[in-house]
């Protein structure tokens, strides 16, 4: 007799959760019975660990092992605050023993390089993160070295906007490239992932000075929303952030903790008379200073200037790209409209030049024009790693 499951891999900050498996000295991942409807089960599967502040990601293809058909579901949780378990890099459910078929139901929900393409709503820091795991999954799978070098090659294809990727799986390869093996890979994503996470932390706090008064943003950035949380607006204007109107999710979330106004892209000269400083992401910083973000981060620094009103850009140094010229994505049309008679422009980023940005935040401070340089520097030394004998500084 067939049975069936909802498995649930619950992800925070790049770990996800195992937990005891019944008697047995074994670990698995929270799962419940289904009845009548698999993400009900998933739901008291999340219940039972007592995570709070769970969002469900996706739902994954139905897996058949042996005598059961596993539900997967990919959960992001807030707080790492458990009932029991522990919460461990995802590989650790190859490494120690879990129910068969724990790893063919992670994999159905876990990140691709698909998924990192096409993901249009989070941040580039945290897509940074996603492409990592991807990396550190392959790798824990005991892929060959060419296996890995062409896995990491299509993640830098698949976001060549975004540095944060870039130097990111760059850091990794060229770490591991000495030795050129799995294992290595493996424990240079692990701490690539534990690394960026803690330097968007850090990036975060050191902006909440910077968070006073009347603060305009746009777009989705987890680190300006860190430095939000850390600091106490009197009040925060978001802009809908066209083409996909992230910001009204953004402004929505940002509602629980402060006084927030979501408004049209269009309204920025209209509201920005009320501002005290626009506080940005930044996907990419170019070697000169230069910050490529969402599109509409050049006209809100244009109208910030002409009210006297400080820009800033809050990213990790990992952000800092050896580029001079941008890579500047777009999508489809059909965003705007799918009329035929007109031509259609519609990018997703733009430049904002360095004299519009009063100051970049990072993990190590503010960092000047000299400083920037230095550090586009050595993002470039380590992608050498694809040349002969690299050697990681």
């Known amino acids: ?145 060419p296996a890995l070098v062409e896995q990491a090659n299509a993640l830098l294809e698949a976001r060549p906007s975004m540095a944060a990727v870039m130097n990111r799986i760059n850091r990794a390869m060229a770490e591991a490239a000495g030795t050129a093996d799995a294992v290595a890979l493996e424990r240079a994503t692990r701490a ?87 506080l940005v992401g930044a996907d990419t910083v170019l070697a000169d200073g230069s910050v490529v973000n969402k599109v509409g981060t050049r006209t809100a620094a244009v109208v910030a200037a002409r009210e006297g009103v400080p820009v800033y850009a809050v990213a990790a140094v990992d952000k800092i790209s050896p580029a001079t010229e941008p890579v500047l994505e777009s999508i489809d049309s059909e965003a705007i409209t799918d009329r035929e008679a007109v031509a259609v422009e519609c990018p997703l980023f733009d430049r904002t030049p360095p004299d519009l940005i009063t100051g970049l935040i990072t993990e190590e401070g503010l960092l000047n024009a000299t400083a920037i340089g230095e550090r586009a520097a050595d993002h470039e030394r380590r992608a050498r790693w694809k040349e002969p004998n690299p050697s990681e500084g």
């Open 1 to 145: 007799m067939r049975t069936e499951r909802a498995t649930v891999v619950l992800r925070h900050r790049g770990r996800v959760l195992l937990r005891r498996w019944a008697g047995t000295p074994g670990w698995e991942l929270p799962w419940s019975a289904v009845g009548d409807d698999p993400a009900a089960a998933a739901s008291r599967a999340v219940e039972s660990t007592g995570v709070e502040g769970p969002v469900t990601i996706r739902e994954g293809a139905p897996v058949e092992i042996d005598d059961r058909t596993v539900y997967p579901f990919l959960v992001a949780c807030e707080s790492p605050e458990t009932d029991d378990g522990e919460w461990v890099h995802a590989t650790e459910i190859r490494r120690r023993e879990t129910p068969a078929g724990s790893w063919r139901a992670y994999s159905a929900v876990a990140p691709t390089v698909e998924s990192v393409r096409g993901d249009r709503t989070q941040g580039s820091a945290a897509v940074s993160v996603r492409a990592l795991e991807v990396l550190r999954d392959r790798a824990g799978e005991g892929a060959d070295w």
């Open 192 to 278: 690539g992932i534990d690394r960026a996470l803690a330097a968007d932390g850090r990036a975060a706090e050191n902006a909440t000075k910077r968070v006073e008064g009347t603060v305009l943003t746009l777009s989705r950035s987890g680190t300006v929303r860190g430095a939000f949380s850390a600091g106490d607006p009197d009040r925060v204007i978001v802009l809908e952030s066209r083409p996909d109107r992230e910001g009204i999710d953004v402004a929505e979330d940002l509602a629980e903790d402060a006084d927030v106004t979501v408004t049209l892209d269009a309204a920025i000269a209209h509201v920005m008379a009320d501002v005290d400083a626009v």
